[in-house]
């Protein structure tokens, strides 16, 4: 299965950059792994933001094929810990899916489309990150999660 996290916007923090691609190479070990990013909508601030939501939900749909598993990212998502995550993996894993898209969107949200075509929604806490930090802290829970599938010394209750 190919695991992919799609994210609106480029990131300008090098520690965001760095910790992308650290986790990003560690979870190549246990899944076909990409990171695929959508461009940064031009004239974000002068747009309203119910048309910034709904042009970004129109790249991000276009980004899906129509078997794959749709994860957002969302503050009003599902809350798991790390062994239930892990659990929720092997699920989607054991599906038959080809791909599963974990999506980090802009700083506003989703528009209803991407809602609408979500296969679920998971929230990585009760607290609000910025949309850069989340994917770190997301590629880290993800690469957990895969160690605890394999019970390997990574994680400890």
Same mark, same amino acid.
């Given at each position: 299965?190919?695991?992919?996290?799609?994210?609106?916007?480029?990131?300008?923090?090098?520690?965001?950059?760095?910790? &992308?691609? #650290?986790?990003? *190479?560690?979870? =190549? !070990? $246990? %899944?076909?792994?990409?990171?695929?990013?959508?461009?940064?909508?031009?004239?974000?601030?002068?747009?309203?933001?119910?048309?910034?939501?709904?042009?970004?939900?129109?790249?991000?749909?276009?980004?899906?094929?129509?078997?794959?598993? &749709?994860? #957002?990212?969302? *503050?009003?998502? =599902? !809350? $798991? %810990?790390?062994?239930?995550?892990?659990?929720?993996?092997?699920?989607?894993?054991?599906?038959?899916?080809?791909?599963?898209?974990?999506?980090?969107?802009?700083?506003?949200?989703?528009?209803?489309?991407?809602?609408?075509?979500?296969?679920?929604?998971?929230?990585?806490?009760?607290?609000?990150?910025?949309?850069?930090?989340?994917?770190?802290?997301?590629?880290?829970?993800?690469?957990?999660?895969?160690?605890?599938?394999?019970?390997?010394?990574?994680?400890?209750?």
């Amino acid at each position: 299965m190919m695991t992919t996290l799609l994210v609106v916007g480029k990131t300008e923090q090098s520690f965001v950059e760095q910790g &992308v691609a #650290l986790f990003a *190479e560690r979870l =190549k !070990h $246990y %899944t076909n792994f990409a990171v695929e990013i959508i461009p940064d909508i031009s004239q974000v601030h002068t747009l309203p933001l119910d048309v910034l939501k709904e042009k970004e939900g129109e790249l991000i749909l276009k980004k899906f094929h129509p078997t794959d598993i &749709v994860v #957002l990212l969302d *503050e009003h998502g =599902k !809350h $798991y %810990t790390s062994r239930q995550f892990a659990q929720q993996i092997e699920k989607y894993r054991s599906s038959g899916a080809k791909r599963i898209v974990f999506v980090i969107g802009g700083a506003f949200g989703f528009s209803d489309a991407v809602y609408g075509r979500a296969t679920a929604s998971v929230a990585l806490s009760q607290m609000t990150f910025s949309h850069q930090l989340v994917r770190v802290i997301f590629l880290e829970q993800l690469y957990r999660g895969f160690t605890i599938l394999r019970n390997e010394q990574y994680h400890h209750d």
